[in-house]
């Protein structure tokens, strides 16, 4: 208010006429006298956060809800900028909440430098996780070790009430895939540091920025066939990753009902590797080009790309095709009969196809309303 009186009334024309209604404001209490600086005068400079806070340090409650709201969460976010951090980010803010996010400047491998990150926090979400290795960082380093680490300064903080770990379907110790092993051992190691701890395994991730659908598409575009290594055959159970948010936002939410809980989160419908890719050129309205590898020919593919990995060379290889990403197609991603899932959250999932997949229109031929099929349906498509 102040700040529209100086540009309504002038810092330099009318001083005095300001200096008056500022006063007038204060006595009725309409905003703090340390916040009263308008540009001229030597006002108190306000260096720490003007929220109200409880006793635990805990902003207090304010508003109806929404970003101009104060939700009383106050969360820190690790892996903020990545495909699913991006979406909690943004519900979060809706809410009302005061986010940290990460990354700012902290080391992942150093506890001094997470310390700081969640030092004023009463929340942590975890979304670190890598789906491919890299030379500085394993699959152990990056799934386990640093939830290893978060999980340990959490619980030693001591005013941390809700931690969220986001983990994947099919994690298991005896996981051909040493990603999946990885993810599992990250879950033990969140439990035993945090037991209240709520752990999200999710399938897939469909969205704008997904590496599932748009992955296919790109190479349906550059490539003359789509490679799918084995026969197609392996079951998915992809999940929008609005969804997947809007479930981590329903854990913080709750009163404690799904503390200590591993949640299973995957989209109504049930897939192949094989329906996934005809969906995806349904989408881009061209008729379907697949070519099966057979998986050991795929297999000695990938083999130059471990060896490079082994003895710190360079990569010119794609780093979704690896021993480990073929490995993974051995396993079944869907959600178990016995889990508990979005429903339980009271999260309503949304199907893959149709408005949910529109981001693929941009890899049509000729622009996102056309197509080189257009008016032939190839697969029930029905555009």
Request: proline share 5%; charged share 20%.
């Amino acid at each position: 208010m102040a700040g529209a009186l100086v540009r309504k009334v002038g810092t330099h024309s009318c001083p005095r006429a300001v200096r008056a209604c500022v006063a007038a404001l204060q006595a009725e209490g309409h905003f703090l006298r340390d916040q009263a600086n308008l540009g001229f005068g030597n006002a108190a400079v306000r260096h720490s956060s003007s929220l109200a806070v409880s006793g635990s340090h805990r902003p207090v409650k304010r508003g109806t809800g929404g970003r101009s709201s104060v939700s009383g969460v106050v969360a820190t976010v690790f892996g903020a900028t990545g495909f699913l951090g991006r979406y909690v980010i943004q519900q979060l803010a809706r809410m009302g909440s005061q986010v940290m996010i990460v990354p700012i400047k902290y080391d992942a491998r150093d506890e001094g430098s997470i310390k700081p990150v969640i030092a004023n926090s009463n929340v942590i979400v975890n979304c670190i996780g890598k789906e491919y290795e890299t030379r500085n960082f394993s699959f152990e380093d990056v799934n386990h070790g640093i939830s290893n680490r978060i999980s340990k300064l959490a619980r030693e903080h001591g005013g941390i009430l809700k931690y969220v770990q986001m983990s994947c379907l099919a994690a298991a110790p005896d996981s051909p895939s040493r990603l999946l092993r990885s993810k599992h051992a990250a879950e033990e190691v969140v439990k035993q540091n945090f037991p209240e701890a709520t752990i999200l395994r999710t399938g897939p991730m469909v969205g704008v920025e997904d590496r599932l659908l748009n992955r296919w598409a790109i190479q349906a575009k550059k490539l003359p066939v789509v490679p799918i290594p084995g026969d197609g055959l392996t079951k998915m159970q992809p999940v929008l990753v609005v969804d997947v948010a809007a479930a981590v936002i329903a854990a913080i939410r709750d009163e404690g009902f799904s503390m200590g809980k591993t949640f299973e989160l995957g989209g109504p419908d049930v897939f192949t590797v094989n329906d996934l890719v005809t969906l995806v050129f349904e989408a881009i309205r061209e008729h379907p080009r697949v070519v099966h590898i057979p998986m050991a020919l795929a297999q000695l593919l990938a083999m130059p790309r471990e060896v490079a990995m082994k003895r710190g060379i360079p990569i010119p290889f794609s780093p979704t095709f690896s021993k480990d990403y073929l490995d993974q197609l051995s396993c079944d991603l869907v959600v178990s009969s016995d889990a508990m899932g979005l429903a339980d959250l009271g999260v309503t999932s949304h199907k893959i196809g149709g408005l949910t997949i529109e981001h693929l229109n941009a890899y049509r031929t000729g622009g996102p309303s056309v197509g080189t099929t257009v008016g032939e349906s190839i697969h029930g498509a029905g555009f």
